[in-house]
């Protein structure tokens, strides 16, 4: 059950576990890697935790040794940029969501903890940039890795081309995945890169794990919960999420304030 809430002006978007099921490609990928480096496969229900957070947090937590962590991360994208990265597909219902939504006036961005090269590809591949704003990841060097990294990088950017591509479906050029915009680095998201953007009450993240929560959390901002991802019970209800949606269509009325 959710309750009626304000219409938000601006929503965040995670992206495996909440516009795609991308578990096919990363787990293969995933199991790849620990064969490479001659290390135990962790079970399938182990494997699962590792969609949504960054690679280097989860190879740590199962079995990876600290040392070895940077060669698994290598073996895994050997497979995943091959071509594992659209072993993938979008959840039942998304883009008509994502419509619905900016159709009210809604801007959209995707903020995911995925390196925003490969987030480029999957949301182009599935028609998901034309709905949105701009796409917002991690880098490859792993400089900014975590959630709250990325969703400042995102609010940074969102700010900076407010008015040059600030209306709704037009997708922001500024921020590369190696470049930081002026103000996005550690400890600069700040009030004052959040002038131009709505109020913290007015901003929303979507996400499916604790992570989208407690990044958002840094932030100020409220996380609606996606019930179809990858949490375990009670996770994001015990992160603090405002709600957990349990349908695309649950979500979409959220996001317009229904």
Known sequence: MTTANPPYRLA??????????????????????????????????????????PLTETFARHGVPVDRVAEAVAAYREVYAAGGMLDNSLYPGIL????????AGVRLAVATSKPEVYARRITAHFGIDALVEGVYGATLDGSRGSKADVI????????????????????????????????AGAGGAGRAVLDGLPPHEEIIMVGDREHDVLGAA??????????????VPGELEDAGALAVVESTDELARMLRGE
Do not use: N, Q
Request: charged share 20%.
């Open 12 to 53: 965040l978007l995670d992206l495996d576990g909440t516009l795609t099921d991308s578990a096919p490609g990363i787990l293969s990928s995933v199991r790849y890697a620990y064969t490479t480096l001659g290390i135990e496969t962790p079970t399938d229900e182990t494997l699962r935790r590792f969609v949504g957070p």
């Open 96 to 103: 008509e969501c994502l419509t619905a939504a900016r159709a």
């Open 152 to 183: 400042e990088h995102a609010l940074a950017s969102l700010a900076a081309s407010e008015g040059v591509a600030g209306a709704v479906g037009a997708t922001a050029t500024v921020g590369s995945e190696d470049e930081e915009v002026p103000g």
């Open 218 to 231: 840094a932030h100020g901002i409220r996380c609606l919960g996606v019930s179809w991802g990858y949490a």
